[in-house]
């Protein structure tokens, strides 16, 4: 979809507060961890779980979580491919702000496209980290937590991620995190360890 630029006649307003002054004083740096995969994947459980486990450190951190957007900022918006695609593209951009504000911004979107994802992450050049949940679809059908494949697959939901509307899986993602297998503490742990590593947290 072309971008549409209406805004003209603007210009940047340079605060005295930078995001490293912000970090400074957070005690760790911004960050946007963006979480993608199939419905009923694990990314909100993981987020909210990292995000725990974060504010208990002291950090700043904020999810913004697919159905929760939906509820609000991004209630005009639905299904298609232009609409998830408009859905991403705001997501990225109010991450980029919560990154700018000196939080870790955790997301927890299908974010189906790799495109979308990849502009995203232009958007956040500093400390994005993609963590592909990834998990079998037949296990993401039997957790189903929120009846959507069963209402998918009767026909009452149509676009549905895996079933009549595709995922591109990530190619370089800096995280794959197959839910099948581990055990969310261990999900958890092993993205702290990772902050920790690239020196976002201490
Ligand atoms: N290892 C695991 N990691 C994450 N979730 C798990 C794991 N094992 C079981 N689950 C369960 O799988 C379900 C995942 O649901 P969740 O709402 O987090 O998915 P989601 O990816 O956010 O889906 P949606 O895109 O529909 O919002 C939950 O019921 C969770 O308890
Ligand atoms: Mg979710």
């Known amino acids: 979809?072309?971008?549409?630029?209406?805004?003209?006649?603007?210009?940047?307003?340079?605060?005295?507060?930078?995001?490293?002054?912000?970090?400074?004083?957070?005690?760790?740096?911004?960050?946007?961890?963006?979480?993608?995969?199939?419905?009923?994947?694990?990314?909100?459980?993981?987020?909210?779980?990292?995000?725990?486990?974060?504010?208990?450190?002291?950090?700043?951190?904020?999810?913004?979580?697919?159905?929760?957007?939906?509820?609000?900022?991004?209630?005009?918006?639905?299904?298609?491919?232009?609409?998830?695609?408009?859905?991403?593209?705001?997501?990225?951009?109010v991450a980029k702000l919560f990154a700018d504000a000196g939080l870790i911004v955790l997301t927890a979107f299908i974010s189906p496209y790799r495109s979308d994802r990849e502009k995203a992450r232009k958007l956040n050049p500093k400390n994005f980290i993609e963590v592909y949940v990834k998990c079998d679809i037949d296990i993401c059908e039997q957790r189903d937590p929120k009846g959507l494949y069963k209402k998918a697959k009767a026909g009452e939901i149509p676009e549905f991620t895996g079933i009549s509307a595709p995922y591109e899986e990530p190619e370089n993602p800096e995280i794959v995190i197959d839910t099948g297998q581990c055990s969310v503490e261990q999900a958890v742990n092993f993205l702290l360890t990772y902050l920790n590593q690239q020196g976002i947290i201490s």
Not at 12 to 24: A, F, L, N, Y
Not at 63 to 87: A, C, M
Request: hydrophobic share 30%; with cysteine; proline share 1%.
């Open 1 to 93: 979809m072309e971008e549409v630029v209406k805004a003209t006649n603007i210009t940047w307003h340079q605060g005295d507060i930078k995001r490293e002054d912000r970090e400074r004083a957070n005690g760790h740096q911004g960050a946007v961890i963006w979480f993608t995969g199939l419905s009923a994947s694990g990314k909100s459980t993981l987020a909210h779980a990292l995000e725990n486990a974060l504010f208990e450190k002291g950090c700043k951190t904020y999810v913004l979580d697919g159905d929760n957007i939906r509820h609000g900022l991004n209630k005009d918006l639905g299904f298609s491919p232009q609409d998830r695609e408009e859905n991403i593209r705001r997501i990225g951009e």
